[in-house]
């Protein structure tokens, strides 16, 4: 059964506290790795798709990688703005997505 | 900012009521999903279309309903609402099946007392 895990669950930071999200997936046929970033009470908002290990995708303070068994989400320098659910999910041959529960990050000043 | 309205943002209603909500999208995609999210799961999928009058079930489609009559519009129904569909439904859309990213509007709250 295809699945999708993230950990931590939550993360708190301090601002310019550099970490990363993992994100481990076991899809059959994988062609692409989504994250997503979701405020309270919005839509997931769409951040970086990874289609095959060893790829890698920067936005800003983001950095997204990709393994054959994992993705990882790399936050640089972090601000209080960066505070937000963030999701990933993977699509395999059944041409679905799957998500994982999320990590909650919370940034402080 | 994709062009997803979901209607209405929230919702109120009572166990055995029918219950629709609706997705309206001026991108003229051609892929629609409904999903819902719960606490401690991820975004699951209930029905998507393929098109007008083309739509088929996901991963939790019993209990629920879908309609396509227009490229714009896709409704998800609840024929007979339960406590257990209290959920928050997202509606998203795509251009295309497969390894392209889906673009999601910001949602439906619905509590079923």
């Known amino acids: 059964e295809d699945q999708v895990t993230q950990s931590p669950e939550a993360l708190r930071l301090q601002e310019g506290e550099s970490s990363s999200l993992n994100c481990s997936y076991t899809?059959?046929?994988?062609?692409?790795l989504f994250w997503y970033r979701q405020d309270p009470g919005k839509g997931p908002e769409f951040l970086f798709t990874?289609?095959?290990a060893g790829e890698e995708k920067e936005k800003e303070r983001l950095k997204a990688t990709l393994t054959k068994k994992e993705s990882f989400l790399h936050i640089t320098a972090p601000k209080p703005e960066d505070s937000a659910t963030y999701l990933c999910?993977?699509?395999?041959?059944?041409?679905?997505?799957?998500f994982g529960a999320g990590t909650r990050l919370a940034v402080h000043p | 900012d994709a062009g997803i309205t979901q209607s209405p943002r929230h919702k109120v209603t009572e166990t055995g009521t029918p219950v629709t909500l609706r997705c309206h999208q001026t991108?003229?995609?051609?892929?629609m999903y409904w999903y819902r999210q719960d606490p401690g799961h991820g975004l699951r999928l209930i029905h998507y279309?393929?098109?007008?009058?083309?739509?088929d079930k996901g991963e939790v489609s019993d209990g629920y309903s879908v309609s396509r009559s227009k490229t714009e519009d896709f409704l998800l129904t609840l024929e007979s609402a339960t406590s257990s569909q209290t959920s928050v439904y997202f509606c998203?859309?795509?251009?295309?099946?497969?390894?392209?990213?889906?673009?999601f509007g910001d949602g439906t709250r619905l509590s079923i007392l």
């Open positions: 998203a859309i795509s251009a295309q099946e497969g390894n392209q990213p889906q673009h």
């Open positions: 899809v059959s046929g994988l062609r692409g």
């Open positions: 990874l289609y095959s």
């Open positions: 999910a993977g699509i395999g041959g059944y041409n679905k997505l799957i």
């Open positions: 991108e003229n995609h051609r892929y």
């Open positions: 279309s393929y098109g007008v009058k083309d739509t």
